[in-house]
């Protein structure tokens, strides 16, 4: 019997369209981004990216040690990496900059999940919106200024609101705490 090898790394199946959600976090959890202007920096970055690379962004959160998103691929998500790489290379390279770092790895690794299911897609654009409250960060979400929260209810209806606040999402893993400092 021949020996299989175990990925150390998450498998990406990324050949078809569909909406994702992503999670990407800094090696060891370390807390690069805990500042506000370097929130914001990553803030504006992901922006940036995903618009360029054609990715439709329904919902994000950006933290002092990681970060989520939930979008539509443009296509295949074959583009995912290479979007996720320019980001996490200019981010290295900056804040690596910033604290005299020039050869530490900042980041660690995403994971991503095709959102098949409605209810599924639903639970995790409120957990994305709410992820600074569940975090402890803010009372209420739209009050985080690195996340979607805001933006949805302004561009949405409130009775929309009010349905996708309502979704549980008691269920997905989020091993993360980032910094409260900012």
């Not at 976090?25 to 803030?43: D, G, I, N, P, S």
């Not at 939930?70 to 790489?85: F, I, Q, R, Y």
């Not at 804040?95 to 991503?112: G, M, S």
């Not at 609101?161 to 008691?170: G, L, N």
Request: hydrophobic content about 40%; glycine content about 4%; proline content about 5%.
């Amino acid at each position: 019997m021949s020996e299989i090898s175990w990925p150390h790394a998450p498998l990406h199946r990324l050949t078809e369209h569909g909406i994702y959600f992503v999670t990407a976090a800094t090696l060891q959890h370390a807390h690069h981004f805990r500042t506000k202007e370097r929130l914001e920096v990553l803030h504006r970055g992901l922006l940036k990216v995903c618009a360029e690379h054609g990715w439709r962004l329904e919902a994000w959160a950006v933290f002092s040690n990681h970060y989520h998103f939930v979008a539509e691929s443009p296509g295949t998500a074959e583009s995912l990496p290479a979007m996720l790489g320019k980001l996490h290379e200019k981010m290295t390279k900056w804040i690596n900059k910033l604290d005299h770092a020039p050869k530490r790895q900042v980041w660690h690794n995403y994971w991503e999940t095709k959102l098949d299911f409605h209810r599924s897609y639903l639970a995790r654009l409120n957990y994305t919106h709410q992820n600074a409250v569940k975090h402890g960060l803010v009372k209420v979400a739209k009050d985080y200024p690195w996340c979607s929260a805001a933006w949805f209810e302004k561009h949405t209806s409130p009775a929309m609101v009010k349905s996708i606040y309502a979704f549980k999402f008691d269920q997905i893993e989020d091993p993360y705490s980032p910094d409260d400092a900012w």
